[in-house]
């Protein structure tokens, strides 16, 4: 870490990231925690330094943490555009050149899609057992 060229406020901002996912929408949460798990892996994996991983360690520990906050605040239009801003500034930080920017937003995109597709299956086939079980009583 004494030798890397970034040991500054990047680290923090990250973990902001992270922590943001206590203020997403349950339904929309494990899209959220996979498509931003799978930009910082893209980062470690294509840049290959001290800083990438410092970044998506940053990344897991927000996330972490927001495990121990409160429910999510009700959603206005200021605080859309300010989670598209925190989004944006993330991905610039964890994608350090314009390679890493395309796969990074290409792999955490799918991850993302995956991820909210699966949440959503999961979701409908409990509603549909819980409606079944309460038919059949």
Known sequence: V???D???MSYGAI???GALTAAIPHRYRAAWVAGWIAVAATGVALDRDVTSVGHGTALLLGMAVSTRFGPAARWTGVRRVLLVVA???GLLVLAT???TL???TVAGGLCAAAAGWLSAQR???AQALTRSD???S
Do not use: E, P, T
């Open 102 to 104: 395309v796969v990074a």
């Open 87 to 89: 989004g944006v500034f």
């Open 6 to 8: 970034d040991v500054g």
């Open 15 to 17: 973990g902001v990231l």
């Open 123 to 125: 979701n409908s086939s």
């Open 97 to 99: 050149d314009g390679v």
């Open 134 to 136: 309460i038919g059949g």
């Open 2 to 4: 004494s030798r890397a």
